[in-house]
């Protein structure tokens, strides 16, 4: 049914929830799961070391913090990857930066996977309107089936 899952991490326990209903699908299937972590670079973690005034003398802690963020999900998505191949699936890694929901859409067609599945932090109200939602976003724009489970608040 599948050849190719695509499932997008951020390194929490909720985004990985995803995983439990993954698994079977992909073993059902014997499909390749593709793990994605998008590093966002205007993120607040990678603007506040910048200071209050946003341009500081040098740019150099935007830099490693971008570069720190990249380690750190290099050695997530090396772990991730390997805890799925000790159960038997075919799986890897792409990291990629930009803005979530673009690359997440642009790497389903990319990869052409058959599947994009994703647990969403369920977010509502005024934070949704201000952090905007990354699976609302998928789920509006992408062009093949999404599995979309939502994650409970207290994961």
């Not at 500081?56 to 090396?78: G, H, I, N, S, V």
Request: charged share 25%; aromatic share 6%.
């Amino acid at each position: 049914m599948y050849k190719k899952i695509l499932v997008p991490l951020d390194g929490s326990p909720r985004a990985e929830k995803i995983l439990d209903h993954v698994l079977p699908l992909a073993k059902a299937s014997e499909a390749e799961v593709i793990l994605l972590q998008v590093i966002t670079p205007g993120s607040p973690e990678f603007i506040e070391p910048m200071g209050p005034f946003g341009a500081p003398a040098t740019m150099q802690p935007y830099f490693d913090a971008l570069e720190r963020a990249e380690q750190e999900a290099a050695a997530y998505m090396e772990n991730s990857v390997a805890r799925l191949e000790k159960q038997g699936l075919r799986a890897r890694s792409r990291i990629l930066r930009g803005e979530a929901v673009r690359s997440i859409i642009d790497i389903a067609n990319e990869e052409a996977v058959d599947l994009v599945a994703m647990a969403s932090h369920g977010r509502s109200g005024l934070a949704r309107v201000f952090y905007g939602s990354v699976a609302n976003g998928v789920l509006h724009q992408i062009d093949r089936p999404l599995l979309l489970v939502r994650a409970d608040s207290g994961d």
